[in-house]
C-alpha cells in the first residue's frame, strides 16, 4: 500500500484550529462594544451637570441653615446681640464700631464673606421676615433675584 497524499499535507497552524480560534473577538463583536461605552460616555457626561447643579442646592441649604448658626450664636453670646442688618454678615470679621469692646472674632474664617455657589453675596436680616425671634439669611438661588421661589434660607 502506498502512503495517501492526505497524510503528506501539513496540519493547520494551532492558532487556527478548535478552541484557540473561538477565544478572540470578531470585528463585529469590538464595534458593538465599542459603541456601548460610547453610548455610556454620552449618559454619564450629560448628568454631570445635574450631579453637580443638586450638589449647589445641597451646599447652600447647609450653609444658611448651619454652618453659620454657630458663628452667629457665638457672636451673640459675646457680644449680647444678633449683629443688626445693617452691620450684616460683615460684623463676623470685623468688630462693629460701637461694639469694639465685647466683640472677640472673627467669628468665620477668612477675610471676606463667603458668596453662594452662583457667585452672589447672601442676605442677611436682623430681626428677620420668616424668623421673627431670630435672624434671617439666605441666598437668592441659581436666578440671582431675591423674593422668588429659588431663594434658600434658613426658614
Known amino acids: 500500500m502506498s502512503p495517501t497524499i492526505a497524510s503528506s499535507v501539513p496540519c493547520a497552524p494551532s492558532s487556527l484550529r478548535g478552541d484557540s480560534a473561538k477565544k478572540a473577538f470578531t470585528l463585529m463583536e469590538i464595534l458593538v462594544a465599542l459603541a456601548i461605552l460610547g453610548l455610556l460616555v454620552g449618559l ?12 449647589q442646592l445641597t451646599t447652600t441649604k447647609y450653609f444658611v441653615q448651619d454652618s453659620m448658626k454657630t458663628a452667629l450664636t457665638t457672636y451673640r453670646i459675646q457680644v ?55 435672624y434671617d439669611i439666605w441666598s437668592m438661588g441659581p436666578d440671582g433675584v431675591d423674593g422668588t421661589a429659588d431663594d434658600i434660607g434658613n426658614w
Do not use: C, M
Not at 85 to 95: F, K, S
Not at 120 to 134: C, E, F
Open 44 to 55: 454619564a457626561v450629560t448628568k454631570v451637570g445635574g450631579i453637580f447643579g443638586g450638589a
Open 80 to 134: 449680647g446681640d444678633y449683629p443688626s442688618t445693617q452691620e450684616g454678615l460683615q460684623a463676623l470679621i470685623t468688630a462693629p464700631s460701637d461694639k469694639v469692646d465685647r466683640w472677640h472674632g472673627p467669628y468665620i474664617e477668612g477675610s471676606t464673606i463667603p458668596v453662594d455657589p452662583w457667585g452672589h453675596p447672601y442676605k442677611y436680616a436682623y430681626p428677620g421676615v420668616h424668623n421673627k425671634d431670630g
